[in-house]
């Protein structure tokens, strides 16, 4: 089994090692993985199934600071989250992209199926036309009822310091 840390790949390192051509099934996910939860846990070993290899992209702190989920957000820094995705066994690599949107990191990979949660529909995902061209498909995995980031934040909160 690979060190997690070795699972976390810059740009270059992970089309490198799984651009085009190759000989894997390459499935993508993306988002910012700020308190890992059960959710996620069965998100991304649903996402794993569908292919030979899973790579989650991962925003940065700043690129979290720009979607505006929630003041203080991230909770946990960059560096953290990817480590803690890595560790997973359904997890084959992690990336972390700076833009707003992972669509520059999946136009470098082209991964053969773009995978996103429920919450989508197909015409939001970003990168569907990249994947989709290629001959690759996207896929949409329900959410784990019961289970969300801001739920969570939300519940530490109201619960305070003491």
């Known amino acids: 089994m690979r060190a997690p840390a070795d699972k976390v790949l810059d740009r270059r390192a992970l089309v490198e090692r ?17 308190l890992i939860h059960p959710g996620h846990v069965a998100y991304l070993a649903r996402a794993r199934a569908l292919g030979d290899v899973l790579v989650v992209g991962v925003n940065t702190d700043d690129s ?26 359904s997890v084959d690599a992690v990336c972390l992209f700076d833009e707003d949107t992972p669509a520059e990191l999946i136009a470098a990979l082209v991964p053969d199926v773009l995978v996103k949660g429920g919450d989508y529909r197909l015409d939001q995902v970003v990168g569907r036309e990249i994947v989709e061209q290629a001959g690759g498909r996207v896929a949409l995995i329900p959410f784990v ?11 530490i909160r109201e619960r305070g310091d003491g």
Do not use: H, I, W
């Open 64 to 89: 979290v600071r720009r979607l505006e989920k929630a003041t203080g957000r991230p909770l946990v820094e960059q560096g953290a989250r990817a480590l803690v995705l890595a560790a997973l066994e």
């Open 145 to 155: 009822e019961g289970y969300s980031t801001t739920a969570l934040v939300n519940r």
């Open 18 to 34: 799984f651009g085009r051509p190759r000989s894997e099934r390459v499935v993508f996910t993306n988002g910012c993985f700020d």
